[in-house]
């Protein structure tokens, strides 16, 4: 099919190559990861590529296939609009089934004075949304897709990818952050409206510094405003479920999520608008720290 076009990137501790048949995906890319740190070499510990699944896809409806290290071979292309969102799945992908230097969390997490909040939950729960609300607010941005649990030290590394923000979220963040950070809209995804937002500058320059986790949210979003307590084994549970490489692990993920869920307060909250929630998570972080 041709040299592929090639673009090297490092998010947190991951290195990634992203290998495409198609100049466009990685523009995009490489315009909104432009303040990122760059790479002193070029080894990485994930390839991705972008590649029409037949020839002709290339020309003809052209069709993004993402493979790499790992791959799903269910996985239903993309179209070439939206080879953006290819890329970022399939560093996504990477991470869920290769990663084994942190216990990976599907959660979103902010860091003030050292300490980390973490959010987590089903698509849809807001997670994204707070976090980025917060990173605009005096918090440090971290992540929004996977939290790094420290097998060893308990501490959480940031992996400050681009946040993904979906239909609502999107006029809800173009609000409050400069239009300069936001990338193209991409409409009618597998996920609905998408638009990635570019983290603010300061959790790029920090994407090194790991910090202490010292609350745990579960948001849930669309509901009347409520906090509640959760017992242990249900967060514990929860957790295992939330994981992509709990099993992977062994004896240092359940280690390290016993002493997660034995050390961090955890609440469950309901919400049903930005402003209320975010001075629902300042209390709680008031109370607990």
């Not at 950070?181 to 937002?197: N, Y």
């Not at 669309?222 to 295992?240: C, D, I």
């Not at 692990?249 to 402003?275: C, H, M, N, W, Y």
Request: net charge negative; glycine share 8%; charged share 20%.
């Amino acid at each position: 099919m041709g040299q592929l076009h090639e673009l090297f990137l490092k998010i947190g501790p991951a290195r990634f190559r992203l290998a495409s048949t198609w100049h466009r995906p990685l523009e995009e890319l490489e315009s909104l990861y432009r303040d990122y740190p760059a790479l002193p070499d070029q080894y990485v510990d994930f390839t991705v590529r972008l590649e029409p699944e037949k020839p002709w896809r290339r020309y003809i409806r052209p069709s993004v296939h993402i493979s790499g290290d790992y791959w799903l071979p269910d996985a239903a292309p993309l179209p070439l609009a939206q080879g953006l969102l290819a890329a970022e799945m399939g560093m996504n992908l990477q991470m869920a089934l290769g990663w084994r230097r942190h216990l990976l969390l599907h959660a979103s997490s902010v860091e003030k004075d050292g300490k980390a909040l973490l959010m987590t939950g089903l698509s849809g729960s807001g997670k994204s949304t707070l976090s980025a609300m917060l990173g605009e607010q005096g918090w440090r941005f971290m992540g929004d897709e996977f939290a790094l649990l420290c097998p060893i030290t308990g501490n959480i590394y940031p992996f400050p990818r681009l946040i993904s923000l979906k239909n609502q979220a999107i006029a809800a963040m173009e609000d409050i952050a400069p239009a300069d950070r936001f990338g193209p809209m991409m409409k009618a995804t597998p996920k609905g409206d998408i638009r990635h937002l570019i983290p603010p500058i300061k959790a790029l320059h920090a994407m090194e510094e790991p910090a202490k986790p010292a609350l745990l949210l579960f948001p849930r979003f669309g509901y009347e405003p409520a906090v509640r307590e959760m017992g242990k084994s249900e967060v514990f549970v929860r957790l295992t479920q939330a994981s992509t490489n709990y099993v992977a692990l062994g004896q240092a993920s359940f280690e390290a999520l016993t002493g997660f869920v034995d050390t961090v307060p955890t609440r469950a909250i309901d919400f049903d608008s930005g402003k209320q929630v975010i001075e629902t998570i300042d209390t709680l972080w008031n109370e607990h720290l």
